[in-house]
């Protein structure tokens, strides 16, 4: 079975930083990975994914994350922070079996200071 | 762009009592999904449903919880006598066609109260 595990429930960052957000993921056969942010008072918006092509995925609003495979390692960076990134941002993993379910990890609530 | 909504957005109910949670995935969409996030705990996959019926489910997912996709665009998630442990955010998705690579969109989620 797979999992994921999100190192830091918070992170602190001030605005113009790097954001550097920590993934590592178990699988036992190659997996897919994704990255969604949840704003407050919203859904799960899909940032990116890797899907076994291009190691290093860009995404949307500057966020990009680089598949490692030796350190089982997605995590997600972006190079400058801004006041509209706070948000929690959640990494899953996804293998191919019958229902192709996400697993998530516990997510990781980033928060921006000026 | 396309959006899966979910209704309704806040639910309030008593121990014991029904509740039907209603979802209008995106229309060309064949894979759908109910996960829930109770408070300060992760997402969890509750059920995928294809081709109109169950195609996996989690053990949360037990006799109290029923899915239907009652006609073209609706599809629900049923709990039949809600506990307070129910309490929780439940998020509807959708996934055009089959294949872990490819994405699945999430509703804004309905907050469930049970109390």
């Known amino acids: 079975a797979q999992s994921v595990t999100q190192l830091g429930s918070h992170v602190s960052v001030s605005e113009g930083a790097l954001v550097l957000l920590r993934c590592n993921y178990s699988?036992?056969?190659?997996?897919?990975l994704f990255w969604y942010v949840q704003y407050p008072n919203q859904g799960l918006q899909l940032l990116l994914k890797y899907t076994s092509a291009a190691t290093l995925v860009k995404g949307i609003n500057g966020f990009e994350a680089e598949f490692k495979k030796s350190e089982t390692s997605f995590h997600l960076t972006k190079p400058s922070a801004h006041m509209s990134d706070a948000a929690e941002y959640f990494c899953?993993?996804?293998?191919?079996?019958?229902?192709?379910?996400?697993?998530f990890g516990g997510g990781t609530r980033l928060m921006v200071k000026p | 762009e396309p959006e899966v909504t979910q209704t309704p957005s806040h639910q309030v109910t008593q121990m014991g009592q029904e509740v039907i949670l209603r979802c209008v995935p995106i229309s060309n969409h064949l894979y759908f999904y109910w996960y829930r996030q109770i408070l300060g705990q992760k997402v969890e996959f509750l059920v995928s449903?294809?081709?109109?019926?169950?195609?996996?489910k989690s053990e949360i997912f037990d006799d109290q919880f029923s899915v239907e996709r009652p006609d073209g665009s609706n599809f629900t998630l049923k709990i039949r006598s809600t506990k307070l442990e129910d309490s929780a955010m439940y998020f509807c998705?959708?996934?055009?066609?089959?294949?872990?690579?490819?994405?699945?969109?999430f509703g804004e989620g309905s907050w469930l109260t049970v109390v």
């Open positions: 699988s036992s056969v190659p997996p897919y």
């Open positions: 449903f294809y081709n109109n019926e169950i195609s996996e």
């Open positions: 899953a993993v996804s293998v191919n079996n019958a229902g192709n379910m996400l697993t």
């Open positions: 998705a959708s996934r055009a066609t089959g294949g872990s690579g490819n994405t699945i969109y």
